[in-house]
Structures are given as structure tokens and as C-alpha cells.
């Protein structure tokens, strides 16, 4: 079936350090990946952080920067330089284009703190 | 715009119990999903709902899961009879089919059953 692999947490980092939360994808129902990171800040629902629907492209939001590669169906989550309110879970996410059913797998979340 | 709502955000159960959780999706999505939430398994689709009809019914939750769509804005989903692994953070989301693939998440409702 299709899964969602990401860093296991929990991943701590000094703030202006660089970050990178790995996540890799098997897609054997879906002809057509959608990729996702998803991200739940302390006291807050779960909310789209950055998506890309289309291999090759990079997403970009907050700072936050992943690019979906094809060949290495890998869609790593990069930070040059994380501040202490990037402490949170990030959850990686396989979506379908191609198809009508539009759910989302996820992966298990890698809760990230960033000490002062 | 409201967000999703969730209710109770908090639910204390006894083994057996039956209990359900309640969700209103953002006004005017048509797809709605139920999720359970657990640090060992992250999140796993309970339920998938498009204009009402059920779309997937997660095969692991079947027997004391229940998920229904009353209308296009009211969502329950019943657990009959609860068990202690059931003690999780059961989410709703929804989205508008076609646009942007985006899920919108409600805050959750933290169950534990004793």
C-alpha cells in the first residue's frame, strides 16, 4: 500500500541552526503523488504548512523549503536557519491527483524543538 | 469564515461506554475525514465522506466505528463499545474537492477511555 516514511523524533535543534526532516513515499495505488507537510504548533490544530503537486517543483512557506523528487521519492523538509517559534510536529503527507479520492496519508510526525 | 469545530475537545469514557464526537466542517466543503491520532501510529483514516456518501471506511475501524453525515455541515462518529486502546486524538478535517488538495483541520478531540 501506499506509506508516508519520516525522521523519527524527537529532533532538537538550536535556534539559527539549518534543519532537515527527511521523508520518503511509496505510492503503488497513485499514479499521480501530491506531497504535503503538514504542521501542529503548540496549542494549535493541525494546519498546511507547504504542498507541491507536481515532481520536480519546490514548495516554500514560513521559511520552509521541500522539493519533490521523483527518482528518490523523497520530499525532505529544509530550514537554513530555524527560530525557537518553529518548535512543533511536522507531518509529511502522500496525496492523490489522479484519482477521485482525495485522502491524505501521513506520516508518524517528527516533534522539532528549538532551544535559545 | 469559521474553521472546522469539534466537540467535546475532551472525553473521559468508561470501558463499554458508547460515545460520540461531533464535527462541523468549514461552510461549504464537500469532503469531510475522520482521523485517529496516536504517537505510535500517527494518523490513520477512520472515515471519508464526499457530498455525504461514504467514500472509505478505514477496514481496522469497521466493527465499533461509526461514522455518519447527518447533513452537508454535521458529522458524528460513534465508538460502540469503547475500548482503553482507544484513548487517542480523534480529528476531523475537511476540504472542498478540487481545490488545492488542502484538508483543514479541526482541534481535535482528546478521548481517554479507563
Known amino acids: 500500500g501506499d506509506s508516508v516514511t519520516q525522521t523519527e523524533g524527537p529532533v532538537t535543534v538550536s535556534e539559527s541552526e539549518s534543519l532537515i526532516i527527511n521523508c520518503t513515499y511509496s505510492?503503488?495505488?497513485?499514479?499521480?503523488?501530491?506531497l504535503f507537510w503538514y504542521v501542529r504548533y503548540p496549542g494549535e490544530g493541525l494546519q498546511l504548512l507547504l504542498k507541491?503537486?507536481?515532481?520536480?517543483q519546490k514548495g516554500s512557506s514560513r521559511g520552509f523549503e521541500a522539493t519533490y523528487n521523483k527518482e528518490t521519492t523523497s520530499f525532505h523538509l529544509q530550514k537554513a536557519s530555524v527560530q525557537e517559534s518553529d518548535s512543533a510536529v511536522y507531518y509529511c503527507?502522500?496525496?492523490?491527483?489522479?484519482?477521485?479520492?482525495?485522502?491524505?496519508?501521513f506520516g508518524k510526525g517528527t516533534l522539532l524543538t528549538v532551544t535559545p | 469564515d469559521a474553521g472546522v469545530t469539534q466537540t467535546p475537545r475532551h472525553e473521559v469514557a468508561e470501558k463499554g461506554q458508547t460515545i460520540i464526537l461531533k464535527c462541523e466542517p468549514v461552510?461549504?466543503?464537500?469532503?469531510l475525514f475522520w482521523y485517529r491520532q496516536t504517537k505510535i501510529q500517527g494518523l490513520e483514516l477512520l472515515s471519508y465522506?464526499?457530498?455525504?456518501?461514504?467514500?472509505?471506511d478505514g477496514g481496522a475501524f469497521k466493527d465499533r466505528f461509526k461514522a455518519e453525515m447527518l447533513n452537508s455541515s454535521f458529522s458524528t462518529l460513534k465508538i460502540q463499545p469503547t475500548e482503553p486502546k482507544d484513548s487517542a486524538v480523534y480529528l476531523c478535517?475537511?476540504?472542498?474537492?478540487?481545490?488545492?488538495?488542502?484538508?483543514?483541520f479541526g482541534p481535535g478531540t482528546r478521548l481517554t477511555v479507563l
Open positions: 478535517a475537511s476540504s472542498l474537492w478540487g481545490d488545492s488538495y488542502e484538508q483543514y
Open positions: 505510492a503503488t495505488s497513485i499514479a499521480y503523488p501530491n
Open positions: 507541491v503537486i507536481t515532481a520536480g
Open positions: 503527507a502522500l496525496g492523490d491527483r489522479g484519482g477521485s479520492n482525495y485522502k491524505l496519508t
Open positions: 461552510s461549504g466543503h464537500n469532503d
Open positions: 465522506f464526499r457530498s455525504k456518501s461514504l467514500m472509505e
